[in-house]
T-cell receptor, first 115, second 112 residues
Framework: NAGVMQNPRHLVRRRGQEARLRCSPM?????VYWYRQLPEEGLKFMVY????????ESGMPKERFSAEFPKEGPSILRIQQVVRGDSAAYFC?????????????FGNGTRLTVT | GQQVMQIPQYQHVQEGEDFTTYCNSS?????IQWYKQRPGGHPVFLIQ?????EVKKQKRLTFQFGEAKKNSSLHITATQTTDVGTYFC????????????FGKGTKLSVKP
């Protein structure tokens, strides 16, 4: 059973470009979460999706950031017009059910560098 | 949502010494989860504690949930270099929709 797959592992973008981060959850998991981690810092919740629905996006900046989890295909975290402050590791995680019953399984992350 | 506080932020130990990290909440937790992240890696689930006063062991790791369910601890006996990493506690009810909210973590370094 393949784990959570994220790609790309590393992404370099120039200021003003768009970044698209992909995440395929574990087989059978319909809950997807995105977290951001700055160097030497903790995991900051961004958004929680469940097949075609955004359940909670309270941790996501209102501008430039969007996320989706279509019926078919991976979840996408999209960052428009990237700035240097967007440089971070972005982790996707999936779970079988709500987190109080099901632990999160994380992908290897996408390290975004904005130059 | 509430946030769980972890201390210490950093811990440096000599190989063979014990290590403990603490997780505290101002409100009662329904349950708590622990994760480990190796340097350069991704968080990996270790355990979930549910019951008041619960104690669970995984080899040299001992996890405790306080009687009042407001604190938790992770104790590692006789640390090894493979224990290096950051240990996070997480509250499954920390977010407004029940999404997992992590403490800031305790970074453990082990000197051989």
């Amino acid at each position: 059973n393949a784990g959570v797959m994220q790609n790309p592992r590393h992404l370099v973008r120039r200021r003003g470009q768009e970044a698209r981060l992909r995440c395929s959850p574990m087989k059978g998991h319909s809950h997807v979460y995105w977290y951001r981690q700055l160097p030497e810092e903790g995991l900051k919740f961004m958004v929680y999706l469940q097949k075609e629905n955004i359940i909670d996006e309270s941790g996501m900046p209102k501008e430039r950031f969007s996320a989706e989890f279509p019926k078919e295909g991976p979840s996408i975290l999209r960052i428009q017009q990237v700035v240097r402050g967007d440089s971070a590791a972005y982790f996707c995680a999936s779970s079988l059910g709500r987190t109080y019953n099901s632990p999160l399984h994380f992908g290897n992350g996408t390290r975004l560098t904005v130059t | 949502g509430q946030q769980v506080m972890q201390i210490p932020q950093y811990q440096h130990v000599q190989e063979g010494e014990d290590f403990t990290t603490y997780c505290n909440s101002s409100t009662t937790l329904s349950n708590i989860q622990w994760y480990k992240q190796r340097p350069g890696g991704h968080p990996v689930f270790l355990i979930q504690l549910v019951k008041s006063g619960e104690v669970k062991k995984q080899k040299r790791l001992t996890f405790q949930f306080g009687e009042a369910k407001k604190n938790s601890s992770l104790h590692i006996t006789a640390t090894q270099t493979t224990d290096v990493g950051t240990y996070f506690c997480a509250d499954p009810y920390g977010g407004s929709q029940g999404n997992l909210i992590f403490g800031k973590g305790t970074k453990l370094s082990v000197k051989p």
